[in-house]
């Protein structure tokens, strides 16, 4: 049962900034929001994490909004190498008290076209 | 340093045949996890371990069971294999629970016949 909700592919044009929007609404009140990148035959790759506002590293920026129930990777300049699947991962309160799961989104499939 | 090494890299079993998947991590991390990603449905969380001596099921944990051997080593079992349980499975671990960073180990494909 999916607690998150990204677009299931995009594709853009080298050159061009990418944005990527994931859904949360049951963030828990601690957690962080966590992009995950995944190359074919490959584990998932950490890209960035944030908890509010705006998170910039040499590869993406993370906007978070107030009320945190969604957030949007931005991935500046777009190459060839950036085709791949981008994951949002973040807590869940709806498992119950004291507990709570680890839920990747679906994953949205970036297309980098030349 | 190695990271998270998962063995073996590719299994074939048949149904209601039984084996073991291995993880170890050399990065004195608390926490370790076990997913399945099947086409389509992205990373889905079997068992997850918090610390040494403790285990929590995930969103999938039928048919699987695990063990926390000791703080660098996380196994997952499948007693009596199934098809549906024909996937690609990866073990993660992280220094602290929750959402802290997670570092993957390359993967175990298993088809079950």
């Known amino acids: 049962l999916a607690k998150t909700t990204q677009p299931i592919s995009m594709d853009s044009y080298e050159g061009q900034e990418v944005n990527i929007t994931c859904s949360h609404n049951?963030?828990?009140?601690?957690?962080?929001i966590t992009w995950y990148q995944q190359f074919p035959s490959q584990g998932p790759r950490f890209i960035i994490q944030g908890y509010k506002t705006k998170v910039t590293n040499e590869v993406a920026s993370l906007f978070i909004p107030a009320d945190r129930k969604s957030s949007t990777l931005s991935l500046p300049r777009v190459s060839l190498s950036d085709t791949a699947v981008y994951y949002c991962l973040v807590g869940d309160t709806a498992s119950g008290a004291g507990s709570y799961q680890l839920t990747f989104g679906k994953g949205t499939k970036l297309s980098v076209i030349p | 340093n190695a990271g998270v090494t998962q063995t073996p890299k590719f299994q074939v079993l048949k149904t209601g045949q039984s084996m073991t998947l291995q993880c170890a991590q050399d990065m004195n991390h608390n926490s370790m996890y076990w997913y399945r990603q099947d086409p389509g449905m992205g990373l889905r969380l079997i068992y997850y371990?918090?610390?040494?001596?403790?285990?929590d099921k995930g969103e999938v944990p039928n048919g699987y069971n695990v063990s926390r051997l000791n703080k660098r080593e996380f196994s997952l079992r499948l007693e009596s294999a199934a098809p549906s349980q024909t996937s690609v499975y990866f073990c993660?671990?992280?220094?602290?629970?929750?959402?802290?960073?997670?570092?993957f180990g390359p993967g175990t494909r298993l088809t079950v016949l």
């Open positions: 371990s918090a610390s040494e001596g403790t285990t």
């Open positions: 993660a671990s992280s220094e602290a629970e929750g959402t802290d960073t997670q570092y």
């Open positions: 049951n963030i828990a009140t601690n957690d962080y």
